[in-house]
């Protein structure tokens, strides 16, 4: 399995950005996917996930109305509106999500390569 995530940039505050994330290989079994943050000095956090079903989406609490996550086919992607300097991250689209602990885990670690989210104020 293959993620490649491509997207990220430099944006001021307010603006917008729409993070892809390209899967190859066997992900077929996948019943969830989505995208994580790592903000500098801070551990990797959720940001959203979507079911593969049915498209049924998740968000963390905070970035609910301005994040938007989707699927077309082989490619998954966050459009982000309304961008805050706290949206400052790399950004990792994530494979074969488990949400069953109540947390969402990437048991497998399939990461894509982190794509780099600037937003100046």
Known sequence: VQLQASGGGLVQA???????CRATGR???FKFMGWFRQAP?????????IRLT????YYKH???DRFIISRDKSTMYLQMDGLRPEDT??????GDLDPSTGDWRN???YWGRGTLVTVSS
């Open 62 to 64: 905070a970035i609910q």
């Open 89 to 94: 991250a790399v950004y990792y689209c994530a």
């Open 27 to 29: 992900t077929d079994s």
């Open 107 to 109: 048991p497998n670690d």
């Open 14 to 20: 307010g603006g917008s950005l729409r993070l892809s």
């Open 41 to 49: 000095g801070k551990e990797r956090e959720f940001v959203a996930a």
């Open 54 to 57: 049915d498209q049924d989406t």
